[in-house]
């Protein structure tokens, strides 16, 4: 404020934060000394905290015509902004540089040919070191090209806990191809119960292997992009996911909020909170 001009005084403080003057005055309260100003800090924190919440309670209660996703999505939102400003904070670069080389040390302890989650191509994972934390994958192609089998490849092969948001095709259809791929029999003809000689044993063989996979899938059709990322958050709290895969990225319906983009921007926005879902959740996204 001083910077543009301004004087800064407790009106103009809390208009250029968007916050009332009344909650600038409680926190006049606190005496901030060299001594006890991370508790100060921790304070005021939380008090700005509070104050979102509330705010985004009442935008709950006055919404009219909203879905009940939407409401969820914004609470989910409100919930998720508190806890990453509490993940997230300013480091020096003697911290940065600590934990980037015990990172490489373990990284060269390690065992693993690949520093990420192997695809089970192992071309791809000579280039990607395998799916990484934090970072979000795109496979596109044209039209039944085999974007979803290759997924499927993915998770087939996957060998940690791995969530599955299917916004395009039913559990049932997934279990079945994987099937396919697990015991090399026509999908159709297992849609069908078409086996010949042997093959019967070979499905159950396939079967009993894949029921012992750690596999969370959520198959909504349409899904609505906060609902994806809700259930995503869901998994990894519930099932500690290690992995998510999304079939596919342009099948999420907008929230209401971006209902009125263009389509390719409503594709960005969908693309950026896979990127932050990646991130917050510390975990790999394709």
Same mark, same amino acid.
């Given at each position: 404020?001083?910077?543009?001009?301004?004087?800064?005084?407790?009106?103009?403080?809390?208009?250029?934060?968007?916050?009332?003057?009344?909650?600038?005055?409680?926190?006049?309260?606190?005496?901030?000394?060299?001594?006890?100003?991370?508790?100060?800090?921790?304070?005021?924190?939380?008090?700005?905290?509070?104050?979102?919440?509330?705010?985004?309670?009442?935008?709950?209660?006055?919404?009219?015509g909203v879905s009940s996703?939407?409401?969820?999505?914004?609470?989910?939102?409100?919930?998720?902004?508190?806890?990453?400003?509490?993940?997230?904070?300013?480091?020096?670069?003697?911290?940065?540089?600590?934990?980037?080389?015990?990172?490489?040390?373990?990284?060269? *302890?390690?065992?693993?040919?690949?520093?990420?989650?192997?695809?089970?191509?192992?071309?791809?994972?000579?280039?990607?070191?395998?799916?990484?934390?934090?970072?979000?994958?795109?496979?596109?192609?044209?039209?039944?090209?085999?974007?979803?089998?290759?997924?499927? *490849?993915?998770?087939?092969?996957?060998?940690?806990?791995?969530?599955?948001?299917?916004?395009?095709?039913?559990?049932?259809?997934?279990?079945?191809?994987?099937?396919?791929?697990?015991?090399?029999?026509?999908?159709?003809?297992?849609?069908?119960?078409?086996?010949?000689?042997?093959?019967?044993?070979?499905?159950?063989?396939?079967?009993?292997?894949?029921?012992?996979?750690?596999?969370?899938?959520?198959?909504?059709? *349409?899904? *609505?992009?906060?609902?994806?990322?809700?259930?995503?958050?869901?998994?990894?709290?519930?099932?500690?996911?290690?992995?998510?895969?999304?079939?596919?990225?342009?099948?999420?319906?907008?929230?209401?909020?971006?209902?009125?983009?263009?389509?390719?921007?409503?594709?960005?926005m969908a693309s950026k909170?896979?990127?932050?879902?990646?991130?917050?959740?510390?975990?790999?996204?394709?």
């Amino acid at each position: 404020i001083a910077a543009e001009g301004g004087l800064p005084d407790m009106l103009t403080v809390a208009e250029d934060a968007q916050v009332p003057a009344s909650f600038l005055t409680r926190l006049k309260r606190y005496d901030a000394w060299a001594s006890n100003w991370r508790f100060v800090e921790r304070q005021v924190r939380q008090e700005v905290q509070i104050l979102r919440l509330k705010s985004v309670a009442e935008q709950v209660l006055k919404s009219k015509g909203v879905s009940s996703q939407d409401l969820a999505g914004m609470m989910a939102e409100a919930a998720e902004s508190i806890k990453g400003s509490e993940q997230w904070a300013i480091s020096d670069m003697q911290e940065t540089v600590k934990q980037t080389v015990e990172l490489i040390e373990r990284r060269v *302890n390690s065992k693993e040919p690949y520093i990420g989650i192997p695809s089970g191509i192992r071309t791809l994972d000579e280039m990607t070191q395998g799916f990484q934390a934090r970072r979000l994958y795109y496979f596109g192609a044209r039209p039944s090209q085999g974007k979803t089998a290759l997924l499927l *490849n993915f998770i087939s092969d996957c060998p940690v806990p791995c969530g599955v948001l299917s916004a395009e095709s039913a559990k049932e259809e997934l279990a079945v191809r994987q099937l396919a791929i697990k015991s090399r029999i026509d999908s159709q003809r297992i849609s069908v119960g078409l086996f010949k000689k042997d093959e019967t044993r070979i499905f159950m063989d396939a079967a009993s292997k894949l029921y012992e996979r750690k596999i969370w899938i959520y198959d909504e059709p *349409n899904m *609505n992009l906060d609902t994806a990322v809700l259930v995503a958050r869901r998994m990894k709290r519930l099932y500690d996911i290690k992995v998510l895969f999304v079939d596919y990225l342009q099948c999420l319906s907008p929230s209401a909020r971006a209902s009125k983009l263009k389509f390719f921007e409503q594709v960005a926005m969908a693309s950026k909170a896979m990127k932050q879902l990646a991130r917050t959740l510390d975990i790999p996204v394709v």
